[in-house]
Nanobody, 118 residues
Framework: QVQLVESGGGLVHPGGSLRLSCAAS????????MSWYRQAPGKDRELVAI????????NYPESMKDRCTISRDNAKNTVYLQMNSLKPEDTAVYYC???????????WGQGTQVTVSS
């Protein structure tokens, strides 16, 4: 059974940092590209960061590249998202995504809430 379990969300003050984790099981993690997305209330889900299966390829949207770092540990089947200098507009549910080569190899976690507020 495929599982993606996010953790590390919570309430943080503006300017603070958080490290999200996503623990994967039930599929060949090292063969999958991993991504973090987020969805704020009333908005579409948007890409935050993506990392290739080996970790050598990493991409961020322009709006995120200076404040986020995605990494993965294939030995632990876990992907991480370090976020710094958080702003209230970063408030959202953050989702972990795993994508393999086949169209059906597309898995989502349940999400973890990040709230940035003073």
């Amino acid at each position: 059974q495929v599982q993606l379990v996010e953790s590390g969300g919570g309430l943080v003050h503006p300017g603070g940092s958080l490290r999200l984790s996503c623990a994967a099981s039930g599929f060949a993690f090292s063969n999958f590209a991993m991504s973090w997305y987020r969805q704020a209330p009333g908005k579409d889900r948007e890409l935050v960061a993506i990392i290739g299966s080996t970790g050598r390829t990493i991409n961020y949207p322009e709006s995120m590249k200076d404040r986020c770092t995605i990494s993965r540990d294939n030995a632990k089947n876990t992907v991480y998202l370090q976020m710094n200098s958080l702003k209230p507009e970063d408030t959202a549910v953050y989702y972990c995504n795993a994508r393999g080569r086949l169209p059906l190899d597309n898995y989502w976690g349940q999400g973890t809430q990040v709230t940035v507020s003073s």
